[in-house]
């Protein structure tokens, strides 16, 4: 069973910076892929980063324009997203989550584990 929580979340002002993290179950990451998402209020989840189960480098949305990176910690089991130049659009629920498909999917479908999520909230 696949556990994920996240934590780091909160309120920034805009231009600010924050840093997410992922706590997953042990082996997690030997076994699934892990990504990002973000819900803002009234809209569908969407696809922040991915990195695949076989390591690499991690994928983005177009949309971030280089100011999120993805990275991990194996021995500590803990997924990061680290967030620069954040932005009153940033804000949002975000979620990590693991796959079990690889390469790095886009779509949340593919994602069979989910953490509760963490709000992060820029204002302007």
């Known amino acids: 069973q696949v556990q994920l929580v996240e934590s780091g979340g909160g309120l920034v002002q805009a231009g600010g910076s924050l840093r997410l993290s992922c706590a997953a179950s042990?082996?997690?990451?030997?076994?699934?892929?892990m990504g990002w998402f973000r819900q803002a209020p009234g809209k569908e989840r969407e696809f922040v980063t991915a990195i695949s189960r076989t390591g690499g480098n991690a994928y983005y949305t177009d949309s971030l324009e280089g100011r999120f990176t993805l990275s991990k910690h194996g021995a500590k089991n803990t997924l990061y997203l680290q967030m620069n130049s954040l932005k009153p659009e940033d804000t949002a629920v975000y979620y990590c989550a693991a796959t079990a498909a690889y390469g790095t999917p886009i779509y949340a479908s593919s994602y069979a584990y989910w953490g509760q999520g963490t709000q992060v909230t820029v204002s302007s």
């Open positions: 042990e082996r997690t990451f030997e076994n699934y892929g």
